[in-house]
């Protein structure tokens, strides 16, 4: 008896409070609308606030997409940099009416409503688009924070994954854009991603790819790549690093005046299928003479089918200098420590925010999205490259031979790299 007497006293208490006030059952357009106008996100018109108006709604898998029509001199841009402020905003810790349906009244109520008001029911996630209409996506539950790696993500020709967003395998296309940056705070996937890179690289091109890995991180990034058949050379330090550098420089030099020589514009028009990729784990550390191969790599590198993979912890304007960011078509960020190291990756803010959760990146072409990379353990890896793998005495027609500085770097004839 008494129970009951609690449990409506709780209930219509309950009712009252959310009767009274009206904001904790709103929508999620009504939030958005009240949080751009409490963020500041609107313009001044004639004296007259101009805000977003909710155009329509339509449900999308995993959540429902809000299209919006933007006052003339509100930016996108500024939208999107406020991104975290949004997801706040809709993840505060609030109940609707329609939560109350849940409740049994006949049990404890307290508990019930401490978990209607429990944190991991705050999860939604939003992204933005626009094509003349802002479009805000609004997911009801986070991207999964793991993805293991399976064949079906595997690299189509030289479209090599990046990640996945809530729909699909987001692939980067290096015949598109030849060159990508890879940027991260230690410890979030930057090396985890390149490992991946490598792999699917040799799964979709093992006859046409070349590797140059150069690992400034004392060669544990690329160590289980160095005897593949398809690296030619491998350098983990700044000196070995300059020495290979300048011989695939020379090589491109003389790939590119074959080209030319031929009457082609570039390798893909004169129908050579190979592909030099060279990748390069803490590029902070490369010397200047270093930076500037890589420079030119970055401004040549396309016609003569030479890649330029640049992974970075330290992303200034520094280490990433302005020609190469000018010839990089691709930007793979992920998680950064200050709003600037962003600005240096991507020309935007944003790096900053994303949650701490490895594998989480921005993947930004022109347009950008967040996607999860996927995870590929060590033991996938030995599975996929180990038929690959040079081992004395399966009577290759090979040559180890050493840079003039670099005892660990070898050269390997190239050998049934083409058809
Ligand atoms: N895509 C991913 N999914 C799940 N976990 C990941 C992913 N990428 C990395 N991790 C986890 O984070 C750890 C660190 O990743 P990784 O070595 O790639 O970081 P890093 O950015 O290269 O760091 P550092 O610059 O210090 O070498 C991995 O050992 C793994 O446990």
């Known amino acids: 008896m008494i129970v009951e007497i609690t449990s409506s006293l709780v209930a219509c208490g309950v009712l009252a409070f959310a009767h009274t006030n009206k904001h904790l059952s709103w929508n999620d357009a009504q939030k958005i609308q009240r949080i751009f106008n409490n963020a500041n996100l609107y313009v001044k018109e004639n004296g007259k606030q101009r805000n977003i108006r909710l155009y329509t709604k339509r449900k999308i ?13 509100l930016s996108v841009k500024d939208i999107e940099a406020r991104k975290h402020v949004i997801e706040n905003g809709l993840n505060t810790k609030t109940f609707s009416l329609d939560d109350l349906k849940d409740i049994n009244w006949k049990k404890d109520i ?84 390149l490992k991946l890179l490598i792999t699917s690289l040799i799964q979709s091109k093992a006859k046409h790819v070349t590797f140059s890995l150069v690992d400034l991180k004392g060669g544990t990034a690329f160590q289980r790549f160095k ?41 893909a028009e004169a129908g050579e299928k190979n592909r030099h990729f060279v990748m390069i784990d803490e590029a902070a550390d490369l010397d200047k003479e270093s930076l500037a191969i890589v420079t030119d790599i ?34 793979v960020s992920f998680i950064l420590e200050t709003a600037a190291a962003s600005l240096a990756t991507l020309d935007e803010k944003g790096a900053e925010e994303l949650p701490e959760i490895p594998g989480r990146a921005i993947y930004k072409r022109v347009k950008k999205e967040t996607v999860q990379c996927p995870y590929i353990s060590n033991e996938q890896i030995k599975e996929r490259i180990t038929p690959h793998v040079n081992m004395r005495g399966r009577g290759k027609d ?19 790299l083409s058809d």
């Open 61 to 73: 898998k995993g959540g429902t997409e809000y299209i919006f029509q933007l006052p003339y001199g």
């Open 110 to 193: 307290i508990p019930q409503l401490r978990a209607l008001f429990h944190p991991s029911k705050a999860q939604k996630e939003v992204e933005f688009s626009f094509d003349g209409m802002l479009k805000i996506k609004v997911y009801d539950k986070p991207l999964p924070s793991s993805i293991e790696y399976n064949d079906a993500m595997r690299a189509i020709d030289w479209r090599v994954p990046v990640g996945l967003n809530r729909e699909k395998v987001i692939r980067h296309d290096f015949e598109k854009r030849p060159h990508i940056v890879v940027a991260g705070a230690t410890g979030f996937g930057k090396s985890q991603y």
């Open 227 to 267: 005897d593949l058949d398809q690296t030619k050379y491998f350098a983990r330090d700044p000196s070995e690093a300059r020495d290979t550098l300048e011989l695939v420089q020379q090589e491109m030099d003389a790939k590119l005046r074959e080209v030319v020589n031929g009457g082609f514009e570039d390798v």
């Open 298 to 331: 970055a401004r040549r590198g396309r016609a003569a089918g030479y890649r330029l993979v640049y992974a970075t912890q330290y992303p200034t304007n520094e280490t990433l200098p302005s020609q190469v960011r000018q010839n990089i078509g691709g930007r």
């Open 398 to 416: 090979e040559q180890v031979s050493r840079t003039e500085k670099g005892e660990h770097s070898f050269v390997i004839e190239e050998t049934g």
